[in-house]
């Protein structure tokens, strides 16, 4: 025998058994689903308890939990009067606890929807939905009223989440939006199909099963997504820390420069297109060792830290400067001739002399040996010929200096004085400390040869 057609089944004026259009009992739905909501919120919170989870993530699992005793309650509504509020309270919950959790947890940006005002759009919708369940409107019953609460708090936390700042480049909120406008979009087609198809055979209490189980549905993958964005964010602490951690193996922390060993990383890269016509600079402060004796130590870090700032702030982009320990700095320029390095050293020259830390006292000098690197050499072998270069120009200078200073001692006053006024013109104003032996600041002693 043909089964009638559905016009027929549901023409006006019909009522059908209030089981026919559904295959499983409301209640036995209910339970089912609060039952898998509490089992994946468990597991969550287990693997929770033994590994640090963000702030953020344990209000997720509360929302679900919440949700969950919502369903059951929902199911045993009839039971007790007290039930049914609390269905509502608790379910009403979910969208914005689930929101504050990413606020929470996405804690570094700001929104244009301030956070006091997910709880008022709570406190509305909850006091209108618990207030019908208790004194129930003529025209609409708890449930079907409690199905449009949830409505607007879904729509409400779809636009909050829309509204945050991390939203534009954070995939998980992203994802998250989709899912609450898809349960808004459940939520509302099952209340047009409540009130215009199945209200004839609907019971009262079944209006709010789209409204609950929509988003129990999205409920049950929370726990998952929360897990996988600590695990994101834990592997990017992770690597925040390694950087970190090799930033300060590789750079000095005083003057903020590659250290040895990176410096011979970065050099060998930054010469690798064309190594023979690249140029090495070696240099160290001259006479650091009276400085830190007469100032003290701090005033010698200043200094040093100083002429790193002047060499970050002097060289060019593809330049490589770095601190090979002590007072011994090296600078690699690529595509720079030795005949050329008298340039840069006259632009670093005047950094540091903008930078003095005590130039009425101890002014500091740079003696500064310089090499063209050779097409088969490498950065150590160029650094020895640079040292070797340094060594030798400064033993040359200081013998100058020990020599002039002999005669002008054995001079008379009168021939001692242009002597000692001449040196100073060479190598910069008089110091009233003695023991420095006129240490200028600015002046670069230096030593080359091109090859």
């Known amino acids: 025998m043909a089964s009638p057609p559905l016009q027929t089944v549901l023409r006006p004026g019909k009522r059908l058994p209030r089981i026919s259009w559904m295959l499983l009992h409301s209640a036995t739905l209910l339970i089912a689903a609060s039952a898998s909501l509490a089992i994946s919120s468990a597991a969550a919170a287990t693997i929770g308890v033994r590994q640090r989870l963000r702030r953020g993530v344990w209000w997720w699992i509360a929302a679900n939990i919440a949700l969950a005793a919502a369903l059951v309650l929902h199911s045993l509504g009839d039971q007790h009067a007290l039930f049914g509020p609390l269905a509502v309270l608790l379910a009403l919950q979910w969208p ?129 997504l929360s897990l996988v964005m600590n695990h994101e964010r834990n592997v990017a602490q992770l690597r925040a820390s390694h950087r970190k951690l090799r930033h300060m193996v590789e750079v000095d922390p005083l003057t903020k420069l590659p250290n040895r060993r990176h410096f011979h990383e970065l050099a060998a890269k930054a010469i690798e297109p064309a190594p023979d016509l690249a140029t090495i600079l070696v240099f160290d402060v001259d006479r650091l060792k009276n400085i830190n004796e007469v100032l003290g130590h701090s005033v010698g870090d200043e200094a040093l830290r100083q002429i790193g700032m002047a060499l970050r702030e002097t060289l060019r982009r593809r330049d490589v400067a770095g601190r090979l320990g002590g007072d011994e700095f090296a600078v690699v320029l690529p595509r720079t001739k030795v005949a050329d390095v008298a340039a840069v050293i006259a632009r670093i020259n005047t950094r540091i002399d903008d930078r003095q830390v005590a130039p009425r006292i101890a002014r500091v000098c740079l003696n500064v040996g310089a090499t063209q690197i050779l097409a088969n050499e490498t950065i150590a072998d160029a650094l020895r010929r640079a040292e070797i270069i340094l060594e030798t120009t400064r033993d040359k200078q200081r013998e100058a200096e020990a020599l002039a200073a002999r005669m002008a001692d054995s001079m008379p006053a009168e021939q001692a004085i242009p002597a000692l006024e001449a040196m100073a013109a060479r190598r910069g104003p008089i110091s009233a400390a003695a023991p420095l032996n006129l240490i200028p600041v600015g002046e670069v002693l230096a030593g080359s040869t091109a090859n």
Do not use: H, N
Not at 156 to 162: E, F
């Open 96 to 224: 914005i606890v689930t929101l504050t959790g990413m606020r929470r947890f996405f804690s570094r940006g700001d929104s244009v929807v301030p956070p006091w005002a997910d709880w008022l759009a709570l406190g509305l919708a909850s006091v209108i939905a618990v207030g019908t369940s208790i004194a129930p409107f003529g025209w609409a019953s708890p449930a079907q009223v409690l199905a449009v609460a949830m409505l607007a708090v879904t729509l409400y936390a779809s636009l909050a989440v829309a509204r945050l700042e991390d939203f534009a480049t954070t995939p998980v909120l992203k994802s998250l939006l989709v899912c609450l406008v898809c349960i808004a979009v459940l939520q509302a087609a099952w209340l047009g199909v409540a009130f215009l198809v199945l209200a004839p055979s609907l019971g009262a209490p079944d209006f709010a099963l789209g409204a609950l189980l929509a988003p129990a549905a999205m409920a049950l993958l929370m726990p998952q």
